[in-house]
């Protein structure tokens, strides 16, 4: 079974790796539409029942998944708003330096039918083929779990550049303190901001403040779960500071949490140094 899927996943890389780098290597440009599709971690392909490796691509302004996978004959677009399955041709797929992918403006899509449910399900020669929403990644979990669960928070961290006084002050912090960061890997913001305290993690390595991640069930059974209500969380993404066990500030800028959190572990004087 294992030896199965390593081929499948062999295979897939094979094929990304023959993708054109970038679309004007053909002399093609990238479709005026069909472009920026950016990797998600957010589904998993089904094909006759079982799981199997896949490269899934989301755009939203179309909005547009593209699919790639050994598993099937080619790639396929679906398209939410119409419940349409196309096919596209392999080489018609620019990879881009910055991982995204477009389509070339000289693609053809092949219409093979609609999809239906919330799995997206549909039939491809044969296959009974379905796109399943990912599980929740539900309880305590450390940064790295989170960067596997899903690209996009990996991608996103790597792209921060945290305040730098705000990190010097954070790393000389005397006393140890842990943050707990309460998320939905369901919840759209939290795919945004939460890779940003990922990148103050990792440049924090080292020093007295600790990270750990609490993963939320899909509403409504989020806000049914006792460790939520014990600490009165009602939205994500939450920080809850602690020192010695006992809270002592929550994030209150997400856009900028080393410096919510600077703030709140060195006080006003130290926090003003790093904005």
């Known amino acids: 079974m294992m030896h199965k899927r390593s081929t499948v996943l062999a295979a897939l890389a094979l094929a990304l790796l023959a993708l054109p780098q970038v679309s004007s290597a053909q002399g093609v440009p990238s479709d005026s539409l069909l472009r920026g599709f950016e990797p998600s971690g957010d589904y998993v392909l089904m094909v006759n029942g079982k799981p199997v490796g896949a490269e899934v ?47 070339l403006a000289d693609a053809v899509l092949a219409p093979i039918g609609q999809f239906a449910g919330e799995n997206a399900g549909f039939t491809y020669e044969g296959r009974k083929v379905s ?45 140890p303190v842990t943050v707990r960061v309460y998320f939905g890997s369901w919840c759209p913001h939290c795919r945004q901001l939460v890779p940003l305290i990922l990148k103050v993690e990792d440049q ?70 790093g904005k």
């Open 204 to 273: 924090l390595q080292g020093s007295p403040v600790k990270f750990e991640y609490f993963g939320l069930q899909r509403p409504p059974d989020a806000w049914k779960d006792p460790e939520v209500k014990r600490v009165k969380v009602n939205g994500v993404p939450t920080g809850i500071v602690y020192r010695d066990g006992k809270e002592i500030g929550r994030i209150s800028d997400w856009e900028a949490p080393e410096v919510s959190l600077n703030k709140i572990i060195n006080g006003t004087a130290q926090a003003a140094k």
């Open 57 to 103: 691509y989301y755009q939203s302004k179309v909005p547009a998944i593209l699919v790639m996978s050994s598993a099937l004959p080619s790639p396929v677009l679906l398209m939410p708003g119409q419940g349409t399955v196309e096919t596209v041709h392999i080489m018609k797929i620019a990879k881009q330096k910055n991982g995204n992918v477009d389509l």
């Open 131 to 175: 796109l399943n929403p990912k599980p929740p990644l539900v309880g305590l979990h450390r940064g790295a779990e989170l960067k596997q669960h899903n690209p996009m928070y990996a991608r996103t961290a790597n792209a921060y550049t945290p305040n730098g006084a705000a990190i010097a002050s954070l790393k000389k912090g005397p006393r």
